[in-house]
């Protein structure tokens, strides 16, 4: 490609991406606005302003909420990986009876509109005395409906292993358990990160299961919390939203744009190209 055809490309690349930065741009920038300022035209402040960073924690335990966003993310993730990777193994390299059809019943879990479910494990976790805690927003993403995609990635990529790897395996004198822990699961870190990656980004977005199960505010999670930064009146402070969501959501595209790579490579190897 000659000098030219690559400025081309580039420039077109940075018109295009425009539409993906700015709200970024506009919602960092908008922070450190004064609230009456919040829908100017200018793309920069006039004045900054740190007054509504400050604010973020002093009208809400909002340290709190992040921690208990981040450990909940971090324990999902964790749970997620080790369950999906089980199950997808096992639907990947062990033959029984009605294995097909099994594999067919879990993955109708993802046609299943987590709306449709709630009222049935509200009462459930209810029953358990489990509201307005944190473990429905752990359990739930583990073992339900939202492992089920992660359950499909890890079978994709179990299936492309060679056989020859097994057979060598049983030789070297492992098991089943020998074979998926020491063999199939370190030559599984591209896919496991795909599933990681995506996970956290889900119970981390997470709000429906927050503002259903939780009542405690020191208990809440970050979407829910964005909802409570209001005046008075009931208002909203635009500027002290924004700057929670900032911190809500630049470590998160860090973690992304630092991962996608592995995140790609994951999707690539598992069939799901395209």
């Known amino acids: 490609m000659s000098r030219r055809a690559k400025i081309l490309v580039y420039a077109a690349l940075s018109v295009l991406c425009v539409p993906f930065v700015f709200p970024t741009w506009w919602m960092v920038t908008s922070s ?43 324990l999902v993730t964790a749970g997620t990986m080790v369950v999906a990777s089980m199950a997808g193994y096992a639907f990947a ?48 993403p583990i073992f339900g409906a939202p492992s089920v995609l992660a359950t499909f990635i890890m079978r994709q990529f179990f299936i492309t292993l060679p056989g020859e790897l097994e057979e060598a395996a049983r030789l ?14 370190p030559l599984a870190r591209p896919a496991l990160g795909a599933v990681a990656i995506f996970t956290f980004l889900h119970s981390w977005n997470l709000y429906l299961e927050p503002i259903v199960f939780l009542s405690t505010k020191t208990k809440f999670t970050l979407p829910q919390a964005l909802t409570q930064f209001t005046d008075a009146y009931q208002g909203p402070l635009w500027n002290v939203q924004l700057s929670a969501a900032s911190m809500t959501a630049i470590p998160v595209l860090i973690v992304f744009v630092l991962a996608q790579r592995h995140f790609i490579e994951g999707l690539a190897q598992t069939g799901l190209k395209g």
């Open 32 to 74: 450190f606005k004064p609230n009456a300022d919040i829908f100017s035209a200018r793309l920069w402040p006039r004045h900054l302003s740190l007054q509504p960073w400050h604010d973020v924690f002093t009208l809400q335990p909002f340290a709190r909420q992040y921690a208990n966003s981040l450990y909940i993310a971090l």
């Open 172 to 185: 070297d004198g492992l098991g089943r358990a020998g074979t998926f822990r020491r063999v199939a699961l």
């Open 93 to 140: 390299r062990i033959r029984f009876r009605g294995q097909n059809i099994l594999f067919v019943v879990v993955l109708t879990g993802l046609l299943i509109p987590s709306e449709v479910t709630i009222v049935p494990l509200f009462r459930m976790f209810n029953a358990a005395g489990l509201i307005d805690t944190h473990w429905p927003l752990i359990l739930v």
